[in-house]
């Protein structure tokens, strides 16, 4: 079950002061927006007499055309599965109120009245703000004439459900959109909904103020869709993911309110959504660089607190030419920089074995020095040649064990030149080779404090690539472009004849970035496994092929189920996203088996 919900938000154009002429235009444009077969329309408030009527809002005749109005739209669209809000102005104890008549299949369900009427009897057929509707599986409120400031007052209402529609109309000023749209996002994240808002009309009265349709959807704290126009109808339609928002809620509510009515979701293609291949990183790309500098400084400033804290002035980290270890070393430096030592304080520890290459071998020497950090070079080939004869290992037999060996000289060589200097074991890998156990239990899954555990691969490689761009040094920029050049590999197999590596990861585990987006998704919202394939194959398109995709997902379910036990027992670091692996974040099972997961992903 893909537990998506289609909703539009159609502002509609109107005519001042004619019900008829308003049901006309709106007619056309539902009859737009029903043909995405959306489970829920939205329409503003008042949209039948909008406020620049002013005083015939008062007018009982003025009510009763509305009333007719409605009437002959719902038979317009009896034919529309949707359950449509559309408002217009009621008569309550003799007082004009803003409501939203609630319709479906040409029939009139009631009537909700705004938050600010107070609970109580009412006449028959109108019903309180409190009251739930529940659309192809989503619980839903509507609060009528509330804009996302006003709906903050009345946050207890949407305690219990998934999306709160705020249908107003109010009047357009320079940055109210903006101002608007920011509200909403902060509604959404702060009650843990989706939130939708339809404001306004094209073509009202400019007098005394000016109008405009604004129509804006956020989900859990961030908005994903948003549009305003003057002369025409602002329309949106959105596939919400109802796993996204209930999983943004903090506590859930101690006895839901039954819904008033429930209807089924319509069936359509949850087509209607954007689908960023990058989730953990903003579309915009100013904004994706703000994040980059900001997941840099962090990490940057928690090695430099651990540091300071434990009254520790030197580091140690291991230096491969490729790209974890390098923005290790670069959070490094910038720690020493915070904590004013000089950067000699970070010894670099470049420790060649059978399969490096020369071109990350120079990379590795070149950096630090570049840096002005202390190096070393140690070569980690007569040491684990003679540990595979003590234990009776061809030399020639490349399996596991002739990796792993690697990796743990390499670790024991950090650790005893830590103590040698006094130096804290700055860890190297990110969050994606911990998901993936693409690491060596006892070997580079060790250090005293890792800084990257909380970044995924494909975003390192942006870190690194901005640190490039912005660097003023020509020679500093040149070796981190090679690097970012350089194919990922953890060069434990022997080269070929040319010197090139022959141990590609992307060709054994499959692309990182589409590692990263599974990993997101399933740790952050716990995507089932066929919801993770539905995503992958809207975010990427025609980059990889359906099977590739599928296949990628069995690897990924695979070994993130069997790198538990890595993970059980990883080193502290700072947890700087809202998605990780951490005890506190995620874990599972470290004896669990994958069969159940990968079973779903097979039905």
């Known amino acids: 079950m893909l537990n998506l919900i289609r909703i539009a938000a159609v502002t509609g154009r109107v005519d ?26 939205l329409l503003p408030s008042d949209i039948l007499l909008p406020p620049s009527a002013q005083s015939l809002r008062r007018q009982g005749f003025m009510l009763g055309l509305c009333r007719q109005e409605l009437s002959r739209l719902a038979e317009d669209l009896r034919e529309l599965p949707s359950l449509l809000f559309v408002g217009l102005p009621v008569s309550l104890h003799g007082v004009t109120v803003s409501a939203m ?26 019903l309180p703000a409190s009251a739930v509707f529940e659309a192809g599986g989503a619980r839903l409120r509507v609060l009528p004439g509330c804009d996302a400031g006003k709906a903050l007052q009345y946050g207890s209402l949407a305690g219990d459900c998934d999306c709160l529609l705020l249908p107003c109309y109010e009047p357009a000023r320079v940055g109210s959109a903006d101002r608007a749209e920011q509200a909403l996002s902060v509604l959404s994240r ?27 959807i956020a989900e859990a704290g961030e908005t994903v869709s948003v549009q305003a126009e003057f002369g025409q109808s ?65 990490q940057s400033h928690s ?42 304080h970070i010894l670099a520890v470049t420790m060649p074995g059978f399969g490096t290459s020369d071109r990350t071998h120079q990379n590795a020497l070149d950096l630090p020095r570049k840096l002005g950090m202390s190096t070393m070079d140690i070569s980690i080939v007569p040491a684990v040649g003679q540990h595979l004869a003590d234990i009776g290992h061809p030399l020639d037999r490349h399996d596991v064990t002739y990796e792993n060996a690697q990796a743990r000289e390499r670790t024991q060589i950090l650790l005893d030149l830590g ?55 020509a020679e500093l920029a040149a070796i981190l472009r090679d690097i970012l050049d350089t194919p990922i590999s953890p060069e434990l197999l022997p080269p070929d004849e040319s010197g090139s590596i022959t141990q590609k990861t992307e060709e054994i585990l499959g692309d990182y970035e589409v590692h990263d987006f599974y990993l997101y998704y399933f740790v952050k919202y716990g995507f089932s496994p066929k919801k993770l394939l539905f995503y992958a194959e809207n975010a990427f398109d025609d980059r990889y092929t359906e099977e590739q995709l599928r296949t990628w997902l069995a690897t990924f379910l695979r070994r993130f189920v069997g790198g538990q036990f890595k993970r059980s027992v990883a080193p502290e670091a700072a947890a700087i996203t809202d998605f990780g692996l951490s005890s506190m974040d995620f874990s599972v099972p470290s004896d669990m088996s994958a069969r159940t997961l990968l079973r779903e992903l097979e039905n």
Not at 20 to 35: M, N, P
Not at 245 to 261: G, I, W
Request: aromatic share 6%; with cysteine; glycine share 10%.
């Open 419 to 473: 103590n040698q200097i006094g130096g804290i074991v700055v860890g190297t890998g990110d969050l994606t080779e911990e998901a993936l156990g693409w690491c060596t239990f006892g070997g580079d899954a060790l250090a005293g404090y890792n800084v990257n555990v909380t970044v995924p691969k494909t975003a390192i490689r942006r870190i690194v690539a901005m640190l490039a761009e912005e660097s003023t040094d």
């Open 190 to 216: 702060e009650l843990g909904c989706a939130a939708v808002l339809c404001c306004g009309a094209g073509s009202d009265s400019s007098h005394p103020v000016c109008y405009r349709g604004f129509a804006v």
């Open 234 to 298: 602002a329309s949106l339609c959105y596939d919400i993911d109802l796993d996204i928002v209930r999983r943004s809620r903090d506590t859930l509510p101690a006895a839901p309110a039954p819904a008033a009515y429930r209807f089924p979701a319509v069936p359509h293609d949850y087509a209607l959504r954007s689908f960023s291949s990058t989730p953990y990183l903003p579309m915009e790309p100013e904004a994706e660089r703000r994040t980059l500098r900001e997941w840099f400084e962090l």
């Open 16 to 41: 001042p002061g004619s019900p008829a002429g308003c049901r006309k235009y709106l007619t056309e444009e539902i009859k737009k927006a029903g043909a995405h077969s959306p489970d829920v329309i």
């Open 101 to 126: 008549a609630a319709l479906r299949q040409g029939e009139l369900l009631g009537f909700v009245l705004p938050p600010s009427v107070p609970e109580g009897p009412l006449p028959e057929g109108f």
């Open 303 to 344: 090695l430099a607190a651990r540091l300071s804290n434990t009254g520790i002035d030197r580091a140690v980290v291991g230096i491969s030419g490729g790209l974890d270890s390098t923005l290790a070393l670069l959070v490094c430096h910038r720690a020493a920089q915070l904590m004013r030592l000089s950067p000699d």
